[in-house]
């Protein structure tokens, strides 16, 4: 049995050094576009949804993808999954699923007279949590110190998981039957939640059609590998943020936590997300320094789902969305000096 202490993935050498240069980055668009084609063969007329998965993949991040049942959560997840050739496992969350379906759990071997790990599903490059919110709270718990440190500890010993690594979670709104409130702590660890949407008319014909005889995953084949990803995940860390843009992202966060409509703003792990977010976008526009432009972008998907708003907000009917479009509008934009 491999010890997951010792893996890896495809992950770089530490040594190794990944600039934003004009190749590395011409490199990351070139791969995020077969990625963005190949998704879109089978997730049609979303290419706004695909980017921003493609997105928080190369930021290093977690996705949250939320809305009601058949529009796609699943697909997309997958879509993303088959794109990459990595490890990939599927969680499928129910209220009798345990921690350590997850983790792992210490087994006694016979033969060797000792206890041997034998890691859970989380041990992937990219992990699907199908209907996350279907587990009980502290079976969802067991994400945490996986998601934030990308390692897992069980019985006292630390395993570090592979690179690259993501969680693509779905979930249903918390309305639904049989459905439990993700914690504050689990939600912030999701760098971005996005919404997929009923398809457009055409859209949904152009499904028909192409769906109708047998799923596209089935003719899905990467266009790149783990290696490839760690690689360019490296590439947009080294994406520059000017001290303007940096003060920037902190007022969005501090305005959300001011804000009276607010009653739980953005965390510090919620600014960090934001700019490498925005990294991460701004280099898929093939540049090797942030915009602005590029925090207003990413700030909804990444911010939203982290607001907690007020009472009197809640009876006025306001959403996250309207609140967090407020605070976009009225916090001074950093100019660049002439």
Same mark, same amino acid.
């Given at each position: 049995m491999i010890d997951p202490r010792t893996r890896s993935g495809e992950s770089l050498d530490s040594g190794e050094v990944v600039r934003s240069t004009p190749e590395a980055l011409a490199e990351l668009r070139a791969v995020a576009?077969?990625? @963005?084609?190949?998704?879109?063969?089978?997730?049609?007329?979303?290419?706004?949804?695909?980017?921003?998965?493609?997105?928080?993949?190369?930021?290093?991040?977690?996705?949250?993808?939320?809305d009601v049942p058949g529009v796609g959560k699943t697909m997309l997840a997958k879509a993303l999954a088959r794109s990459i050739d990595c490890t990939v496992r599927r969680i499928q969350f129910t209220p009798d699923l345990l921690p350590s379906d997850i983790t792992g759990v210490s087994v006694f071997n016979q033969d060797v007279r000792d206890f041997e790990f034998r890691p859970g599903a989380i041990f992937a490059n990219v992990v699907v949590g199908d209907e996350i919110n279907r587990a009980s709270p502290k079976t969802q718990s067991a994400l945490?110190?996986?998601?934030?440190?990308?390692?897992?500890?069980?019985?006292?010993?630390?395993?570090?998981?592979? =690179?690259?690594?993501?969680?693509?979670?779905?979930?249903?709104?918390?309305?639904?039957?049989?459905?439990?409130?993700?914690?504050?702590?689990?939600?912030?660890?999701?760098?971005?939640?996005?919404?997929?949407?009923?398809?457009?008319?055409?859209?949904?014909?152009?499904?028909?059609?192409?769906?109708?005889?047998?799923?596209?995953?089935?003719?899905l084949a990467p266009v790149t590998d783990a290696r490839t990803v760690a690689r360019l995940v490296a590439v947009t860390q080294d994406v520059y943020a000017s001290p303007a843009v940096?003060?920037?992202?902190?007022?969005?966060?501090?305005?959300?936590?001011?804000?009276?409509?607010?009653?739980?703003?953005?965390?510090? =792990?919620?600014?960090?997300?934001?700019?490498?977010?925005? =990294?991460?976008?701004? @280099?898929?526009?093939?540049?090797?320094?942030?915009?602005?432009?590029?925090?207003?972008?990413?700030?909804?998907?990444?911010?939203?789902?982290r607001l907690m708003l007020s009472g009197e907000a809640t009876l006025a009917r306001r959403t996250a969305s309207d609140v967090l479009a407020e605070i976009l509008r009225s916090t001074p934009v950093p100019v660049a000096p002439r």
């Open positions: 576009s077969r990625m @963005a084609t190949a998704m879109e063969s089978v997730i049609e007329g979303k290419p706004g949804v695909v980017r921003t998965a493609i997105t928080v993949l190369l930021a290093g991040g977690h996705l949250l993808i939320e945490l110190e996986c998601m934030e440190e990308g390692q897992v500890t069980v019985d006292g010993q630390t395993y570090v998981l592979q =690179r690259p690594f993501i969680v693509m979670a779905t979930q249903n709104p918390i309305e639904m039957e049989g459905t439990y409130p993700l914690p504050e702590a689990q939600r912030d660890r999701f760098m971005a939640r996005i919404s997929i949407g009923y398809p457009s008319v055409s859209a949904e014909v152009e499904m028909l059609n192409t769906h109708g005889g047998r799923s596209p995953l089935a003719t940096r003060q920037y992202v902190v007022d969005l966060a501090n305005a959300t936590r001011n804000s009276p409509a607010v009653r739980l703003g953005a965390s510090p =792990r919620a600014a960090l997300h934001v700019l490498r977010a925005a =990294r991460a976008h701004g @280099a898929l526009e093939a540049r090797d320094h942030v915009l602005p432009d590029d925090i207003q972008r990413v700030a909804p998907a990444v911010l939203g789902h």
